[in-house]
């Protein structure tokens, strides 16, 4: 075999792995599992009790070196209690669960519009960073305008790094990522939960030791 047959050899065979590598990957490729993020001496923590379709607890590693008035104002709402009983309104399949509407979002009232309020406290300017989304990964939900986010947030249920730098990233799941896939799916592109969907029964603020 002379050195230039070897050498298409060698570039066949190695575009051949190449393609049987990635199609490994797209179809036998594990379910996303968020990253063992154990929090650190004095981090604050949110602890989100799910029930209906997921039961359990998710605890949430809040990261105000990244978002000090984002973090501020979800850990105000909830000590204040204004997440209890509000219901998971937004849920796409391999992307991620949104929640945290209390004005519109309350388990014991009309849902229809979750998704469209906020709190009573005001708007926050957007303060983006380079963490990148990963799977657990919590973000501030918003509209067009990057400075509207006020209450409502989202758990990744996969990567998205299409999103870093998009939306302010509050948090990182630290354990109970297992709750948060088990979280009853919506329907459609949008992701609207039909029915009864999930709800954080609490949402309690640990304060770091």
Do not use: C
């Not at 014991?108 to 998704?115: E, F, K, L, S, Y």
């Not at 957007?126 to 990148?132: I, P, V, W």
């Amino acid at each position: 075999m002379n050195k230039n047959t070897l050498i298409a050899w060698v570039v066949f065979l190695a575009g051949v792995f190449l393609v049987v590598g990635y199609a490994y990957k797209t179809l036998y490729s594990p379910e996303p599992v968020a990253p063992d993020v154990p929090a650190t001496t004095g981090q604050t923590q949110l602890e989100i009790t799910v029930s209906g379709q997921a039961n359990g607890v998710v605890v949430v590693n809040l990261l105000p070196d990244l978002a000090p008035k984002h973090v501020a104002q979800v850990t105000t709402l909830a000590r204040q209690g204004e997440y209890d009983g509000v219901v998971f309104h937004r849920v796409i399949d391999g992307f991620m669960a949104q929640t945290g509407d209390v004005q519109f979002g309350r388990q014991d009232g009309d849902t229809g519009n979750a998704g469209m309020g906020g709190s009573s406290l005001p708007d926050i300017p957007a303060e983006f960073s380079d963490y990148s989304y990963v799977a657990g990964t919590v973000g501030m939900a918003r509209s067009s305008n990057p400075n509207s986010a006020n209450s409502q947030f989202f758990i990744m249920l996969a990567p998205g790094a299409f999103l870093d730098g998009q939306y302010t990233v509050i948090g990182q799941v630290a354990s109970g990522f297992e709750v948060v896939q088990a979280i009853k799916l919506g329907e459609g592109q949008n992701g609207a939960v039909i029915g009864a969907p999930d709800v954080m029964t609490s949402v309690r603020v640990i304060d770091g030791l």
